[in-house]
Every structure is written in C-alpha cells, then in structure tokens.
C-alpha cells in the first residue's frame, strides 16, 4: 500500500521553518529589547531605560507625524471600506455573468501591482492635479491610500458575504421587506464583523504605508514611517527602536482583531 503523502513527515521541513522563524522574529525581538536600552547605542547594551519613549513622548515631530498617520489612515479605511462593501454587495449579490470575473481581478488590481508603479503613476497623475488646481494638502494622500486599501478591506467582507446564509435574506423579502430595509434589518448585522475586519485591516495597511506616500507627500507631510525612514538616513538611535515598539503593538493589536473579528461566525 502507498505511503499517504504528508508536508510534516519531509526531511528537514522542521528545521527549515524553524529557521523562517528564527529569521522573521528574531531582528524584531532585538529591535524591542534596545529599546528600553540606556545607552545611545543600539548595539551596546547600557542597562533597562524607558528615556527613548519619553523622548519620543516629548518629540514635536513624532507626534505631528503621528497625529497626520492617524488622520490619514482612518480617513482612507472609513472610505475604503464603504466602496469595498459596495463592490463586496454588488459581486456577490448578483448572478453570474460574463466579465464578473474581470471585476474581481480589476478590484483587487492594486495587490497584483507593485507599489511603486502605484506610486509612480499617482504622483505624474496628482501632480497634474496640483499644477491645475494649486491644492496640495493632504487629500492626496488619503485619495492614494483609499486605492490601494479597497481591495484589502473587499476580501473579508466579500469573504463575509459568500459564507452568509440567504434564507434570512430571502424571507425578508417573502415579507414585503424593501431592498434597502431587507439590508438594514437583515445583512448589514450580519455582515458587520466582516466590515469592521475590512476596516481594521485597511486601517493598519494605510498606517504601515512607505512607498506611496514617498512619492505622493508635499513637503511637511511626513507620516510617522516616513518619519522614522528619514531618522534613519541621518543615524540611528534607540528612539527610533521606541517608536517601532509602539508601532509594532498597535499594529498586533489590529491584526490580532481582524484575525478574530474575520473568524466570528453568527
């Protein structure tokens, strides 16, 4: 009898994914353990300290560029996550037909395409804008984050949407129920955990943004992972470590509900 096939039972898969682990965790514990290093070094250990978060605290730049991340990112989930669940009802809520499936690929078109070709084309597409219109405030950047975040809130509440038993639906409507009271009363609480885990995901994607922002920013614009990008072009210190502490835990934090709110099943 043929032995059944099984990944556990290979030859080295054990250490080998023991090793991605080593790899993926482990300059991550050394980034948070340095900072609540005393020394100015961070690579010398000089004792426990919470100086570099105090520091942090009591930086003018940090909390601006934080304060606008904040800005940025819930504007652009709040908006995302209204067009994703749009999009979500309108792909789901429907029969097949021809080119439905090119509206899936064309919504999630921003994960299939590398950021910086994103960023690239916003920014000869919003510079454009600013030479006709003269604004350069943060708009652009919340309209840049709202586009690549839809398809990251889309998934779980098309996800949602696609495991949502139509009985109820359909009795809603068997009891002359309007489509939009059928929706209030019917599928928006039962699609709401997969709205508010689109919302959290896109959220923490919007706050983690780099690349787009890099190319689509005016000056004074920076976001707190700019920020920290320019600190590091001009030296390290263990604040920086403090910063991406607390960026780290609260992105965990949002993960760490998505990850249940996407699970929750009524």
């Not at 896109?202 to 920013?217: G, N, P, R």
Request: proline fraction near 4%; hydrophobic fraction near 55%; include cysteine.
């Amino acid at each position: 009898m043929a032995k059944r096939f099984s990944i556990r039972q290979q030859t080295g898969f054990t250490a080998i994914a023991a090793a991605c682990f080593v790899l993926l965790y482990v300059p991550i514990a050394v980034l948070v353990a340095y900072a609540f290093n005393e020394s100015t070094s961070v690579s010398e250990w000089g004792g426990f300290s919470l100086r570099w978060f105090a520091a942090a605290w009591n930086n003018d730049q940090v909390i601006d560029a934080s304060l606008r991340s904040l800005k940025i990112a819930s504007s652009a989930a709040v908006i995302a996550t209204i067009a994703a669940t749009m999009a979500a009802l309108a792909t789901t809520r429907t029969r097949a037909y021809r080119g439905l499936t090119f509206k899936y690929a064309f919504i999630n078109q921003p994960l299939m395409v590398p950021e910086i070709v994103t960023g690239v084309a916003l920014l000869i597409f919003f510079a454009q804008i600013k030479i006709a219109t003269g604004y350069s405030g943060l708009g652009y950047l919340i309209a840049a984050h709202t586009a690549f975040c839809i398809p990251f809130a889309y998934l779980p509440i098309r996800a949602r949407l696609e495991n949502m038993d139509l009985t109820l639906e359909r009795a809603a409507a068997d009891l002359y129920a309007t489509p939009w009271k059928a929706f209030r009363r019917v599928t928006l609480p039962l699609l709401w955990p997969g709205i508010i885990a689109g919302l959290m995901l896109a959220f923490v994607i919007s706050l983690d943004d780099v690349v787009i922002t890099e190319f689509v920013k005016s000056g004074g614009q920076d976001t707190l992972p700019t920020y920290m990008l320019g600190q590091i072009r001009r030296g390290i210190t263990p604040e920086v470590n403090a910063i991406s502490t607390v960026f780290l835990l609260l992105s965990v934090v949002i993960v760490t509900l998505f990850f249940f709110l996407s699970r929750k099943r009524d």
